[in-house]
């Protein structure tokens, strides 16, 4: 109606397509739960028809003569019914199971290949509630809830069946009174859902509370606004009391309402089919089992309705889980390098060239999206191989973004990246990470082992090589230090250790990879001088015939290197060794003097 | 201990009972209606005798007797609705007001966890991890919200139900009523066996669920190791691991859960069926009529549901028990206590550690530490990791509470024990290494103790802690959301925040711990050069292992393995040729430099 035009062809099913190639697996247990689904309603809804036969073969003759024949065939339906439900069980589970996994691999994969800006603007939370909460709703919702769905649909069609067998007539009756009882508790679900989202809504408000002043308990303590806190509290958890309330009389007001509708019901089968039995014309049990279906019709209607806003509100779900993984590549192996050099998950090392180590920016400019300026503005640099090239600069001059192109976690805007002489480009990214060894000041331990945190470097490694890996980057005092030595767990995301202890670990993990180029970004900027000393020595014996880009705030960690450039704002302002630039006396030297406090 | 949980329950109790109250009404009400349609089967269209209870008798009669009612159909369908409009009014009643006490409960339970923890000491939270508290007060708070709203007036009500509906039927037929009342404890104990072993196959779930989450968490988290060590093949097959793990344990839950539900429909269908059978046997010999033979299978198909639900609400309560303790854990440990008395000097004089010795865990962390920070004056404290100068800043602020015996720390004489404990911490501006922002906006967060409101002020000292550029450069500017929603800050930026923040109070006192250590050199000495101007007249007290940051104060304090080793002014302790030398000479590279 409203005719607004671009909205990029977002209609009311979009993006159901991502369940497409998974569907093909499960045809079989699909046949078997709508199979079992209708043998389960429709011997549930058989049900009133042996109540009648019983009230008229045994209760109205007096006899009960073909009561065991009677038993026997209700026994057989019953059995098929509980059958049936087992089927439906086991089999909307493998639905589930088959769907939901499959989802979730998809995002993961997705997320393992989408370039490394996707995860500066959405945060973990985010896409981890995609990947976990989103899938398995879409899953549960396609089992369990069309199952029920086509279960509650077959038990009142068949329930409506009989009936008009019974008699069309007050069949006819109830039926009207369907599509109202259908309405109401329509109308009532969408107010409940409504609420239902503020109410989650208000929950991650609180969840997140907690965890600012729970993680933040020390910075309130010392600034003294414990009270501040709580009262901001309050007003959330008033809300909360509030919306609760309201959600509470909605439902509260709902079942009452329909199962009044269903005595209504009753009460109309009762009258107009009292009235019929008075003229003669209908019997005691069609009367009683004509009760019996009123009563039973409201639950599945109940259910069919709930179903179906469940799939309204999935319907979201679904679009987030579309949009990721529709989400572009933008840094992406071309069509050339992925057909020589194999892709992420399927790499063909034996088509691979050796690295040698010649890092070259040819006029490179790159721009973060949506930031105004360059982060780098005609950058050019050759690194030879075997050189170590270290970046000074402020905070912001661009040197993490050396690092992101080097590593190839962005593509430049404009100018090229070479190794070797080569487009990175023309190349796959795997062939690339391969031959890095990259430490971050904000070193990422996974949970697990010190052992096997170091063994992330080279997967196939002996202990041997790891312990001589860690030797080489001090990371062994440390490890002895641990109670349980190199078996020790590290912790989620390696909380166990101190920030300098974790970058230790994630030196000798790079050490361990033993690659031609190596990326040290404020390797060691947390640990603490004196070993920071003992390090020094051996990063320059592991640096050696390597190449390397080092990234460092104390001056004193660099100025070994073979060449230091100075960059401010994108631009590289001066370059040399250390003695030339202090010699020149620019913005070099100036530095210098700050950290030594001249 | 429990005694904590029930404070929060005064007042609420009474919604309680006028809930359960109204749920059996309700109940009651559901129940007449079969007796109505059995009525109406029997006396009214069968025109068999029926004995009446003497108030339907009187009603009848009120209506116009029998006959009347042949006549008017219409009058025992309006009973059958009114039975259900009554039945609902209180079923409403019920809910709303179980509603109503369960979430005030719920509200005072989470403002109560929210600001004991706050006051609770420091060194409780330092023992306790922060995600077990959070959780605490989010899934046990919520595991018991359930109890109370859910199943709570589940098991009243089915208790209520099944005792009613036996009752009744007892009075209108014992050999039937017994037929039905042998179902119930089958029902029963089957339902508690099979939930009781499902629930354990559950947790099995939940926690293969938990490693795929966390597997998927670190994954994303270090995204750029693993990108940086082409390691996307390894992590998929991690992932596979446990993605498939979850799903092997979900599908074999399924079929224990398709057992559970079928049979149980089967035993469920079966007691149906038997009510069924004797109930034809006994019409056909006679014993009952019709319409009792349709009221008791009325009653038998009301009570199988709620009864089969009873097992799994049982064995899902036996949590609850658990998580009502973990909560009380929290609210029964006693917060910083209160200082009636205490004095409120002004905080403008000396700072004098005399002999302080303190112990952490078992662990000495300093010994016999005695310096002076001159009122007015700047002291810097140098130290590495595990040097115990963090706890220097700690005790001061009273955040770790300093033991008798163990020296004193006095500020301008008076001993820190007797000052207020609010009234210190307001005049000692401490700044951590690792402060902590809060999910609002930059402006929010800067302004958060000073509470001036003031876009002025808060530019003003953003600038003075060398943020200010940074921060116009967010697209929101200073309305700029800090968190999960909002922007993630650099380690660096957090702590100028910090700084910015703390300074906004204009403290008497300010303590650096370690608060420019993830700055560069130039900001960090571009902050100290405004902070001469920002904090004129108070106490300044920076805590860093670099040399740079700390060498200009008036006197500096090295730390060593929780001794004071060295104290002077920088060129004093140069000249010494003791730790601080060292430490300099490797943080200036000088003579280390080129050629290495």
Sequence with gaps: MSGRPGRGGAHALSGWHILRPHLGKIKKNIAIVVAAMLVSSLSEAAYPLFTRYAVREFIEKGSVSGMGAYIAACASVITAGGVAVIFWSLHSIVVEMRIGPALKRDCFVRLQMLPVQYYSSNSVGYLLARVMSDTDRISGLIAWGLSHALWSLCYIIGSLAFMFMLNARLALLLAAALPIAAVTVWLFQRKIIAVNRRIRHINSRISGAYNDSITGVKTSKSLVIEQRNSAEFKEITAEMYRQSVRLSTLRAMLIPAVSFLGSLAVGAVLYRGGALRQAGLLEFQVLSALVQYAVGIVEPVMQMSGIITDFVSAQACVERVAALLGEPLTVTDSPQAAAKYGGIFDPKPEGWEPIEGRVTFDHVYFKYPGAAGYALEDF???????????????????????????????????GRVLIDGRDCRERSQLWLHSSLGYVLQDPHLFSGTVMENIRYGRLGASDEDVVSAARLACADAVALRLEDGYATQVGEGGDMLSTGEKQLMSFARAVLADPPIFILDEATSSVDTETEALIQNAISNILRGRTSIVIAHRLSTISGADMIIVLEGGKIIERGTHSELLEMGGKYSELYNDSIGK | MRAHLLVHMRGCWRRFAVAVAAAGASLLAGFLMPQVVGFTVDAVLGGADRALPAAAERLVSALGGMSRLREHLIICAVGVAACAALSGAFNYISRTQLARGTERFIERLRDALFSHAQLLPLEWHMRNQTGDIIQRCTSDVETARRFVSEQFIEVVRTAILVVAALAIMFSMNTAMASVVAAFIPIILFYSLFFSARVSREFRSCDEAEGELMSTVQENLTGVRVVRAFGRERHELARFDEKNDALADKWIKLGGTLGVFWGVGDI?????????TASGAYLAASGDITLGDFLVFLSYCMTMAWPVRQLGRTLSEMS??????????????????????????????????????????????????????ARGGATLGILGATGSGKSTLAYLLSRLYELPDGCGEITIGGVDIRKIDRHYLRRGVGLILQEPALFSKTIFENIDIAACTGDIGAVRERARQAAVDSDIMEFADGYDTLVGERGVTLSGGQKQRVAIARTLMLSTP????????????????????????????????????????????????????????????????????????????????????????
Excluded at chain 2, 512 to 529: G, H, K, W
Excluded at chain 2, 551 to 570: F, L, P, Q, W, Y
């Design chain 1, 380 to 414: 050019s640099l050759d690194i030879p191989a075997g050189a170590t090239v270290a970046i000074v600069g402020e905070t912001g001059a661009g040197k993490s973004t050396v690092v992101n192109l080097a590593c190839r976690f962005y593509d430049p805007e404009r």
């Design chain 2, 319 to 372: 949590k609850t028990g658990v998580s009502l303790r973990r909560i009380a854990d929290i609210l029964g440990h006693p917060a910083e206590p209160e200082e009636p008395g205490a004095l409120r000097p002004s905080l403008g004089g000396d700072i004098a550690f005399n002999g302080v010795s303190f112990a952490y865990d078992g662990l000495t962390v300093l010994r016999d530490v005695s310096f002076t």
């Design chain 2, 267 to 275: 035993v469920s269908a079966v007691s149906v069926l038997a009510v």
């Design chain 2, 509 to 596: 006192i300010v303590v650096f711990d370690d608060s420019m250590s993830s700055l560069d050199m130039t900001t960090d000495a571009l902050i100290r050069n405004s902070l001469r101007e920002s904090t004129r007249g108070a106490t300044v007290i920076i805590i860093s292992h670099r040399i740079s940051t700390l060498m200009k104060a008036d006197s500096i304090v090295v730390m060593e393995a929780g001794r004071v080793a060295e104290t002077g002014t920088h060129e004093q302790l140069l000249a010494g040729g003791g730790i601080y030398r060292r430490v300099y000479e490797i943080q200036s590279a000088a003579g280390s430099g080129a050629n290495a």
